[in-house]
T-cell receptor
Framework: GQQLNQSPQSMFIQEGEDVSMNCTSS?????WLWYKQDPGEGPVLLIA?????ELTSNGRLTAQFGITRKDSFLNISASIPSDVGIYFC???????????FGSGTRLQVQP | SAVISQKPSRDICQRGTSLTIQCQVD?????MFWYRQQPGQSLTLIAT?????????ESGFVIDKFPISRPNLTFSTLTVSNMSPEDSSIYLC???????????FGSGTRLTVV
């Protein structure tokens, strides 16, 4: 099935730094979603994007739905220790209700 | 968004046995999905659970190994049959509660097969 390329695989940053991660696909997606997963928990939805070009914020998080509908990015500004976790992008293709997930970005924040 | 209760949260099972995982949602939902997350990996869709009809399985997953029930619009079960250590994973239930905009996940079932 469709694969999403997510990068980077991991990041180790200092508290207060900004972070950026992105996902690309070879086909068009109708919806892009960004999730965070903490150890022992299921993924929690951070931001959902529904239109090409859409830019949406949720607190210190900002995500954009690429104009080509084949990519999306997530920015985290002024990182804090509780931002630690694994971030996944996910997309929904035309005619398919289930989500396809990226490989994840593991974020570590040094206090 | 919908609230999902998934159980058990974890289990350690013997090789060759089966485990049934339950997913209960606090509202009626059209579609429920079952995902597997192998250690250190991303989420892979196992199947879509349809109310009133058979589940739709993804390539690489078969009904004999992962039978699914969906008796009503708020409940589903996934059984992992004849388990082997390779089945050790986190199994996650997800629902699409608002026509594509409300994908929510349960907290998962961490399965270890010994």
């Amino acid at each position: 099935g469709q694969q999403l390329n997510q990068s980077p695989q991991s990041m180790f940053i200092q508290e207060g730094e900004d972070v950026s991660m992105n996902c690309t696909s070879s086909s068009i997606f109708n919806t892009w979603l960004w999730y965070k997963q903490d150890p022992g928990e299921g993924p929690v939805l951070l931001i959902a994007l529904y239109k090409a070009g859409e830019l949406t914020s949720n607190g210190r998080l900002t995500a954009q739905f690429g104009i080509t509908r084949k990519d999306s990015f997530l920015n985290i500004s002024a990182s804090i220790p509780s931002d630690v976790g694994i971030y996944f992008c996910a997309g929904q293709e035309t005619g398919r209700r289930a989500l396809t997930f990226g490989s994840g970005t593991r974020l570590q924040v040094q206090p | 968004s919908a609230v999902i209760s998934q159980k058990p949260s974890r289990d350690i099972c013997q090789r060759g046995t089966s485990l049934t995982i339950q997913c209960q949602v606090d509202s009626q939902v059209t579609m429920m999905f079952w995902y597997r997350q192998q250690p250190g990996q991303s989420l892979t869709l196992i199947a879509t659970a349809n109310q009133g009809s058979e589940a739709t399985y993804e390539s690489g997953f078969v009904i004999d190994k992962f039978p699914i029930s969906r008796p009503n619009l708020t409940f589903s079960t996934l059984t992992v049959s004849n388990m082997s250590p390779e089945d050790s994973s986190i199994y996650l239930c997800s629902v699409d509660a608002r026509g594509g905009s409300g994908y929510t996940f349960g907290s998962g079932t961490r399965l270890t097969v010994v």
